[in-house]
């Protein structure tokens, strides 16, 4: 069993607040975020859970690159600057510029999503969905974020329930186990 070698950060989803939309339709959990503190305007990355509860626009984030992906419900209908999406398929990441004009249709009732947003020139965010276990290796220029999507996940000895996250941010190899679905997020942030 091969042990951290470097901090993990838990982050319990049941600590996490829930941030209601501006526009009324449904309410956002951060699940991380950089720089710590920083808000919609001036986070170089940010992840976050939302409860979408009806159709309408997405606020738009000029410069930023999104990746969406349902996690549970029926899914929904895109209009990204007029042509339409459909993401109705579970665990299948959907890649947009969050500067776009876009709309939501639902596509049969309130659902989960899982939204993965990167600063252009400021970061960069890959995804994988893994369901199988594997060693997990932190390089000293990323920060990988776990966040349980289905089943649960163990990081070395810790066990991770639907939606709870850990947060790498030290050059270490780690041991996953999953008996479900985990979004393992590799993400760079450029140094000025």
């Given at each position: 069993m091969t042990h951290s070698t470097g901090p993990v950060q838990f982050l319990p989803a049941a600590e996490r607040p829930a941030t209601a939309w501006r526009n009324g339709g449904g309410v956002?959990?951060?699940?991380?975020?950089?720089?710590a503190?920083?808000?919609l305007d001036d986070f170089a990355w940010r992840v976050s859970l939302a409860d979408v509860g009806s159709a309408g626009p997405f606020s738009a984030f000029p410069g930023v690159d999104r990746v969406i992906t349902l996690v549970e419900g029926p899914g929904m209908a895109l209009t990204v600057d007029g042509v339409e999406h459909v993401v109705d398929a579970p665990?299948?990441?959907?890649a947009f510029p969050g500067?776009?004009?876009t709309d939501c249709r639902l596509l049969g009732g309130p659902l989960v999503d899982f939204n993965v947003m990167t600063r252009r020139g400021r970061a960069t965010a890959e995804l994988t969905l893994a369901t199988e276990s594997r060693?997990?290796?932190?390089a000293a220029?990323?920060?990988v974020l776990l966040v349980c999507l289905s089943g649960t996940a163990t990081l070395d000895e810790a066990a991770l329930s639907?939606?709870?996250a850990a947060l790498l941010t030290a050059p270490a190899t780690h041991t996953?186990?999953?008996a479900g679905t985990t979004a393992v997020l590799v993400l760079r942030t450029v140094v000025d």
């Open positions: 956002t959990r951060e699940v991380a975020g950089y720089p503190g920083s808000g665990l299948c990441p959907f500067d776009a004009a060693p997990l290796v932190v220029d990323t920060t639907r939606y709870d996953l186990h999953l």
